[in-house]
């Protein structure tokens, strides 16, 4: 599965060649070109439609630091020097969830929203994309009550679920010890797949970037 790493790469793009020829000289100029100055000058122009414009650089997402079983995964301004410190860079918690087999499955990102909402934190879960969508993703933390979240939208890496956590469901996790992750692969309908998010670290990472 990619992380949001490769993704960034995947989406980067490659300018286009220039594809300037060369100036022709009056003794390599073909015998049916007229050997003028003129032409000369003229060949060695550029087509309009080959000429790359540009375009703006994305943000490099990097991984600033760790707590527990968290990574603070940030977006580092291109336009900075490097090894310059941006305390207003975009952050979020990160976390690759894993099967019983040790197999890469799910990624979530888990980010502070500002405050005045009944959501005071977000995440996006991804998912493999043969996934029941219709079963809906539950999250449990340790023994408490399960909730489900629908799934918002498919791309050619998987499927995700955009969550919304409120204050009771961050304090939970705060003193949880670990988060079931569940979900139904769409060839085996009837088969629940259960993956441990670890809390370990989730408060100081979480408060870090509330800054608290």
């Known amino acids: 599965m990619l992380t949001p790493s490769r993704i960034a790469l995947v989406l980067a793009l490659l300018a286009a060649p220039l594809g300037l020829s060369a100036q022709t000289t009056a003794d390599e100029t073909p015998a049916q070109t007229p050997q003028t100055t003129e032409t000369s000058e003229t060949s060695a122009a550029p087509a309009p439609e080959v000429l790359s414009l540009g375009e703006e650089a994305l943000p490099e997402p990097y991984i600033k630091s760790e707590s527990g079983d968290w990574k603070v995964q940030c977006l580092r301004d291109p336009s900075l020097p490097a090894g310059t410190d941006n305390p207003n860079e975009?952050?979020?918690l990160f976390q690759v969830l894993q099967d019983t087999n040790g197999t890469n499955v799910a990624e979530v990102t888990?980010?502070?929203?500002?405050?005045?909402?009944?959501?005071?934190?977000?995440?996006?879960?991804?998912?493999p994309l043969e996934t029941l969508l219709s079963a809906q993703l539950t999250?449990?933390?340790?023994t408490g009550k399960a909730r489900r979240y629908p799934y918002?939208?498919?791309?050619?890496?998987?499927?995700?679920?955009?969550?919304g956590f409120?204050?009771?469901?961050?304090?939970?996790?705060k003193k949880g010890a670990v988060a079931k992750v569940m979900l139904r692969p769409a060839p085996a309908p009837d088969e629940v797949v259960t993956l441990d998010m670890s809390l370990s670290g989730f408060t100081a990472g979480?408060?870090?970037?509330?800054?608290?």
């Open 90 to 92: 975009a952050c979020q």
């Open 110 to 127: 888990i980010f502070p929203l500002p405050t005045g909402g009944k959501a005071v934190a977000g995440a996006n879960i991804l998912v």
């Open 139 to 142: 999250i449990q933390v340790d």
């Open 152 to 163: 918002s939208f498919c791309s050619p890496i998987g499927c995700f679920a955009r969550v």
């Open 166 to 173: 409120t204050a009771e469901d961050i304090a939970a996790m």
């Open 206 to 212: 979480f408060d870090a970037l509330a800054g608290k």
